[in-house]
């Protein structure tokens, strides 16, 4: 008896696993943050000119295409961009990778980046990417 309990649960283990959710086989829209640059954790100098560059996956499966965005945010959700880069993306898989320059500001404490997917030309998401960094 303990050892069918076990099998039972070792099955809904492996059944689960295999779940839609998983990034292999999405079925719903899907971002992956690759890599960004200053890294995660890095502390930014108020005053200071910064690069962010982010490498993002994206998965388009319940639209013809989307748009992913590099938003710049300061502690209180404002832009510190005039423009917004963003790419035009197809149904399916795409790596893209998407750069800025700002100047931190300095009467911030917090500078986020988010990369938000939008799908059929819509203005919300919930697939989306963000790195907070802290300004000193």
């Not at 890599?35 to 319940?62: D, H, K, Q, W």
């Not at 590099?70 to 197809?90: C, E």
Request: proline share 5%.
């Amino acid at each position: 008896m303990v050892l069918r309990s076990w099998l039972l649960v070792v099955a809904l283990v492996a059944v689960s696993a295999c779940g839609a959710n998983s990034p292999t086989s999405p079925d719903t829209d899907w971002i992956e943050l690759n890599s960004i640059s200053p890294p995660s954790g890095t502390v930014l100098t108020a005053g200071e000119s910064i690069t962010f560059t982010a490498t993002v996956t994206c998965t388009i499966v319940n639209s013809d295409g989307g748009t992913v965005a590099l938003l710049l945010l300061d502690q209180g959700n404002r832009s510190l961009q005039t423009v917004q880069p963003h790419v035009t993306l197809a149904r399916g898989d795409q790596t893209v990778t998407l750069s800025d320059t700002i100047t931190v500001p300095v009467s911030g404490s917090t500078v986020t980046v988010t990369m938000p997917l939008f799908v059929n030309g819509s203005n919300s998401t919930r697939a989306l990417k963000r790195v907070s960094y802290t300004v000193r």
